[in-house]
Structures are given as structure tokens and as C-alpha cells.
């Protein structure tokens, strides 16, 4: 079995070797300068503690890194036609937007040319790219614990606004300007399944998600307004039992989470949920299944929109999770 340290190993030397067969298996992003590479960069390898390696660009994206300009990760051999270069320029320079379809009528390019054209290029939507900088930025001082002002200027944003303008547009307003609001701490975390954000208040778990996950900016919003409350990064008691239970999770050593949870939905989802919980982990069970054991057999439909509603990813498995974990 390929431990986690052999693959960092197996990357880094293929980094420093600048092998070529390897483009495309790995991205590495340099903690010290916050920059994406492909693995035969020209720049000066970094120390291998100061590497971090991920599978896709996406992934690398929403941990924050941005592009490099001399290796340009995120171009294919080929060269970027016209339309893909002024996309990506559009993106840089004001990576904390949030783009739209209509977006694309100020840069005159059609929206299914520039869709067409940057999956083919970056194997991502031009939507998707958007997001994941956008993203990137939001999540970067609740991945890296750093205070707002020192992320602002790692991000190269000379004042608060750009930085403040990511930050908020995701998690609401800092606190400091407005003490009415419930303060809610935020914490990422690496699992063997992907990476995640979770958010809680003083007593529960309120959202435990894969950053990846379509959707995710609306349900932080949604959050948001139902609690009205901002959110920060930060350390709780909720978030060490959460990360103990996950290890334990993962290691197979764990049967039932005993990390407090506060449901956000009808009456009806929470039922859904709490019976999703009762799942016997690496068992699966169909929509219809589940719509029989809480009493109402015809509502597999609704119990399948309850399914993907959940915002407590793992903890309240999805019939999707007990059957990845069941193999």
C-alpha cells in the first residue's frame, strides 16, 4: 500500500527531476509564494516542506494557489486561443467576482464559445475556474489560520477592499463592523476523501462540506441569513471532536459520531437525516428504502431532494458516501 508520505516523496522528486512524464498526474503549490506549478516549472524548486501536491488543478485553486505565469499550469500544450487568453486575464484581474454567462457579452465572446473552449483547455468550466479563485481567496486565512490583513497582502491586494469584497461576499460581513451579528467559526480540513470546510457555533456543527461541491457559496449564504450571522476563522471544542471522530472515521475505528449537530431544514428533511444517521456504516440502502422505514413508502423523490440538501457531509451520510465506503 502507497503511503500518503511515499506519494509527497515520489512527487517531490519528480518535481526536482522536472519530469515531464508527470504533467498532468500532479500540481504542486508552494506555501512560501502561494503560486500553482506543473512539475517541470522552471522556477527554483522549493523545499519539500514547503510543497504541497494535489491530483487536480481545481483542488489547487480552491486551497488558494493561484497560476504560475512562467510554467502556466493551467495551459495545455497547445497555445491558448485569443478568447481562452482574455477569459484568464478577465479572471486575474479581479479573481474575487463572481462571473456570470451574462458576464461574457462585456468581453464580446459567446458564452458556449468561451464554455467549449475552456473545458478544453483546463478540463474545467470557465465558471468552474471563476469559482475555484474566487473561492481560493475566501478560504485562504480559514485554511491557513493567517489574520485578515496579512492574507489581504499575501494576495497581492495593495488595500482591504479586494480581499474584504472575497472574504465577505462568501462568509458576510467581519464581525467588527457589525457586533449584531452571531459569529460563527469556520475550520478546513484535509480528509482522505477530499478537502472540507466546516462551520459551528458555540454548542454544534452547523455545516460540514467538501470544497468542491457545487452549491457551496449559496448554502454559506443561506446559512448566513437564517442564523444572521458572520463567519470566521477559528478553533473550537466542536471542531477538535469533529477531527478526532473523522481520524477515527477513516481508520475504521469508529461506529457512531457523537459530535453535536444543529439540523437546518423542514421537519420532514431532519427526519430524513436522523434516519440516514441510523445506517449501519459500509451498508447502502435505496431512496425507496429509507422512504419505507420512516412511514412514508411514496416520498422516495422527496427523500432523495432531503438527501441532497443535507449540509452535514459524512456525519449524515448520503446514500452516495455509504456506498463509495461499503466498497
Given amino acids: 500500500m502507497i503511503t500518503e508520505q511515499t506519494k509527497i516523496d515520489t512527487f517531490y522528486e519528480m518535481l526536482v527531476k522536472k519530469d515531464s512524464n508527470y504533467e498532468g498526474i500532479f500540481y504542486v503549490g508552494v506555501k512560501t509564494t502561494g503560486i500553482l506549478c506543473r512539475p517541470t516549472c522552471p522556477a527554483k524548486k522549493p523545499n519539500k516542506e514547503n510543497c504541497e501536491f494535489f491530483d487536480t488543478a481545481q483542488e489547487a485553486l480552491l486551497a488558494s494557489y493561484r497560476p504560475c505565469k512562467r510554467c502556466q499550469p493551467l495551459n495545455n500544450p497547445s497555445k491558448l486561443s485569443a478568447e481562452v487568453k482574455l477569459l484568464v486575464q478577465a479572471i486575474e484581474a479581479n479573481p474575487e467576482r463572481k462571473w456570470t454567462d451574462k458576464d461574457f457579452d462585456e468581453l464580446a465572446i459567446s458564452a458556449n464559445t468561451a464554455r467549449r473552449q475552456f473545458k478544453k483547455q483546463f478540463d474545467m468550466t470557465f465558471i468552474e475556474y471563476a469559482r475555484a479563485r474566487r473561492l ?192
Avoid at 452571531?182 to 454548542?203: C, H, Q, R, Y
Avoid at 469508529?254 to 459530535?259: A, E, N
Avoid at 437525516?273 to 429509507?290: E, G, H, M, N, V
Fill in 136 to 327: 481560493g481567496f475566501a478560504f485562504d486565512h480559514i485554511r491557513n489560520g493567517t489574520p485578515i490583513i496579512e492574507a489581504q497582502l499575501e494576495g497581492g491586494y495593495d488595500s482591504g477592499n479586494g480581499f474584504r469584497d472575497a472574504f465577505t461576499r462568501t462568509m458576510g460581513s467581519i464581525p467588527k463592523k457589525a457586533k449584531s451579528l452571531n459569529k460563527f467559526v469556520s475550520k478546513w480540513l484535509e480528509t482522505p476523501l477530499g478537502s472540507m470546510v466546516a462551520i459551528a457555533n458555540d454548542d454544534a456543527l452547523i455545516l460540514l462540506e467538501f470544497v468542491d461541491r457545487r452549491g457551496l457559496e449559496t448554502e454559506i449564504e443561506a446559512l448566513r441569513k437564517k442564523w444572521h450571522a458572520a463567519i470566521i476563522p477559528g478553533e473550537s471544542p466542536i471542531f477538535e471532536q469533529l477531527t478526532h471522530e473523522l481520524d477515527a472515521y477513516f481508520s475504521g475505528t469508529l461506529q457512531v459520531f457523537q459530535t453535536p449537530v444543529a439540523y437546518i431544514g423542514s421537519p420532514f428533511q431532519q427526519t430524513v437525516w436522523q434516519a440516514l444517521q441510523k445506517i449501519p456504516i459500509a451498508s447502502t440502502i435505496s431512496y425507496a428504502q429509507l422512504a419505507s422505514q420512516i412511514g412514508n413508502p411514496k416520498a422516495f423523490r422527496a427523500v432523495a431532494r432531503a438527501n441532497g440538501a443535507n449540509q452535514i457531509s459524512i456525519l449524515v451520510p448520503c446514500t452516495v458516501l455509504l456506498a463509495v465506503m461499503a466498497r
